[in-house]
């Protein structure tokens, strides 16, 4: 599966959240929706290979914490 936001046509790894949006998207882009502090969800590999995405290794070199903004 193709990022969802960007048009670079990554791969995803990530899913971002909020109450009005739910994206699948590259690792750039869940570079820049931590930035917005948006929550995010680094992907199971077994997932990612259901939504169409070639196999491969799950390391990305970035670790995320899934995290919600704060009040």
């Avoid at 670079?8 to 570079?31: F, I, N, P, Q, W």
């Avoid at 820049?32 to 680094?42: D, F, G, N």
């Avoid at 990612?48 to 903004?69: A, D, E, Y």
Wanted: with cysteine; aromatic share 6%; hydrophobic share 30%.
């Amino acid at each position: 599966m193709k990022c969802q936001r960007c048009i670079e046509g990554k791969e995803v790894r990530y899913r971002v959240y909020s109450d009005v949006m739910d994206l699948k998207v590259c690792r750039s882009c869940a570079t820049e929706a931590q930035s917005l502090r948006l929550t995010i969800e680094l992907l199971h590999p077994d997932e990612v290979k259901s939504n169409g995405v070639n196999g491969g290794s799950s390391s990305s070199g970035m670790f995320f914490v899934v995290s919600s903004p704060t009040a």
